[in-house]
């Protein structure tokens, strides 16, 4: 995930799980520990046990591969019980062990310390990063055991002498057997690789998602690319205010959860008209909606896609109140004109628009009427030639002053 990226999501008004990689190394590293006591367990029921069928071992040498084998189940069990380092460094120590003990028992000349490469990897691959004293201290005892059986004090007499014909036999088997081993961890490893990568990707793919549910997909791409502070200003947009009359008492006599239902509902439809018409959901406050047509990509008929996303907006409410059966209003502002439009804030930032449209827009929303669509002269003028209006005279707005406006009845008849 780039760094841009991660910084937004660092901002975004919701959790982001990071990538959860944990999980997928640790059931790589229960499945490696599966495979080595699978593949150490068949060495010694098919290699080892053959090799010195002729000799008797001395005690306790005839009980090594049992006692292997249940030091390698134990490793498996710990792992499975979510004792995880224990059982990596149980798993690094058993196979360390193993090898010091095959090496006494037959002789280095039989090539048993090639099984040294098994630890060695399993050191490098079975700590993360973030675990970089375990993984060195490991791969140290690893490759430290691995020299110290070449030493001239580590004792040259094997318990079991192999004869002169066995011996290429065993280092066949042995090598064979280092050689499947670092095959399968590999092809392991590229297997939590893959799984991780895709993993990732799918991490990075809902971050998109989610943020494009904040940003308009333009703005998105420039704050990844590290265009910051964004801001732009439009000379031709038109913005839309809708508020739901009565709510707030609506809200104080019903439960938290109708209350919910209710306005998600309503905002829910409101979302679809808007995606439908291709223009942006600003933000909504408490149980305003609002929205903005004509950015952050530019349309000629910026007016005409608000118009019928207000009408859609009056059915909408219309459908809803005879779902529920009790009586929902609505009332819309529409004022068209310039707009500067940015993203703002270190957490929980927004995209949201500022000027005289938005605050006339609001005006017109708060002066209006329930059920209507209350106008500027201006997106009148814009939409005069496809819908009829109902004008209202001279309205006055607070912090504006009188102004023209109308009420949007209805497309023109064909």
Known sequence: MSAPLGSLLSRLPVPVEPTEVRPVRLAYVAGLAAFLTAVYAAFNAFVLTPLLARDALPAPWSSMPLVFAAAYLLCLLALLR??????????????????????????????????????????????????????????????????VVHLPAFPTEPIVRLDASSVPLARFLILSLAALLVIGVVLWNDRLVATAQEELEREKQRSEELLLNVLPEPVADRLKRGVNPLADRFDQVTVLFADIVGFTSFAADNEPEEVVAVLNEIFSGFDALAERHGVEKIKTIGDAYMIGSGLPAPRRDHAGAAAEIALGMLEHVRRVEARRGFEIRVRVGIHSGRVVAGVIGQKKFAYDLWGDTVNVASRLEASGEASRIHVSDETRRLLADRYEFESCGETELRGRGSISTHFLVGRRSA
């Open 82 to 147: 979510r004792r995880f380092l224990a059982g990596r460094l149980g798993l690094l120590g058993v196979s360390v062990l193993q090898i010091v003990s095959l090496t006494r028992l037959i002789g280095a000349a039989a090539g048993t310390t090639f099984l040294s490469l098994i630890p060695i990897l399993g050191s490098l691959l079975l700590f993360s990063r973030r675990e970089v004293r375990w993984r060195w201290l490991a791969l140290g005892l690893t490759v430290g055991v691995a020299l």
